[in-house]
């Protein structure tokens, strides 16, 4: 057999040109099992379309993009690992971009995106972000956008995000269960949802509990990174404001806290209990292993991924879809009073 055309590939399954055509071109309405066969016989035989004949006839440029706040904590790239999973196998190149959690380097990410042609965006806010009216330029254009973790409800599109309240309580809750009575929130920035999500679960499960009052200072917004917890803790140890036990908005948090108050004596959890967020790749290797909340970030994003596939394939989804993730509790000595 010479080159092979896409009414070889229809012919030897029987079956019609356009099945074999949403077959790459990943259409919703078209079989998961079908579609998976279909793909298979064509790696057999070789055969892929021609990429700029593909973009000429669909319209599209096959790419998309993913904007996130930062790649230094160890949860984005799990996501995006996710993400890239699903838009390879679709046939689509993804183009990565951080904001550094600067909102202005945001829109000049969203811009590059732009210039690029990408298909749809995937998006998780920085912490400065407040004005989203480039989103919503976007939005007027008809470019697909499913925002992840970090959500704006301004904007009105798909998101992706986990359970933080429910979590933030039984992290919580875990804490009290152990018998502490005074614990601090040490929370992330203020003005997002993830934040204030996590703080309200606290606070909710410390008033169930009637402990809210003994706290003198219950919640205080830290930020996001080791550096952040490093510096929250030196200044209660100033302030000798130390509570018993810590629910952190996220783990590096949790791990800059933890070094400075061992380099000062404290031992953990004898004198002061930890739990964390996110599970990052450090918390069963610290000494001591740190409690955390583990997240699916993979799940997060291959789910953004198929959700914007769909989007950009014309499925229409309702501007206040939510897709809310549940986690676990990996508890460990951090957070276990002796």
Known sequence: MGTITIKDVAKLLNIS??????????????????????????????????PIAKQLSTKKSYMVGIVVPEFINAFFPRVIMGIQRVMNEAGYQVLIMSSDESALKEVENLKALQKNNVDGVIVSLSQETRDVSYYQNLLEDKTPIVQINRVSQKLETPKVVF?????????????????????????????????????????????????????????????????????????????????????????????????????????????LAFVGFTESRLAAHLDPPLTSVEQPADEMGSLSAHILLDMINGKKYNSDTIVRLDGKLNIRQSSIRK
Not at 18 to 32: C, G, M
């Open 163 to 271: 359970e933080d309240y429910k979590w933030a309580r039984l992290a919580t809750e875990h804490l009290i269960s152990m018998g502490y009575k005074k614990i601090y929130h040490l929370a992330g920035p203020v003005n997002m949802i993830v934040s204030h999500n996590r703080a309200k679960g606290f606070t909710d499960m410390m008033k169930e509990h009637e402990l809210y009052l003994d706290a003198k200072q219950p919640v205080i917004e830290a930020g996001i990174f080791i550096e952040d917890g490093r510096k929250i803790a030196e200044q209660l140890i100033r302030d000798k404001n130390i509570p018993e036990a810590f629910f952190c908005f996220n783990d590096p948090i949790a791990i800059g806290a933890i070094e400075v108050f061992k380099e000062h004596g404290y031992r953990i959890p004898q004198d």
């Open 17 to 50: 040109i356009s099945t074999v055509s949403r077959a790459f071109n990943n259409k919703y309405d078209i079989n998961p099992e079908t579609r998976k066969m279909i793909l298979e016989k064509c790696r057999q035989l070789g055969y892929s379309p021609n």
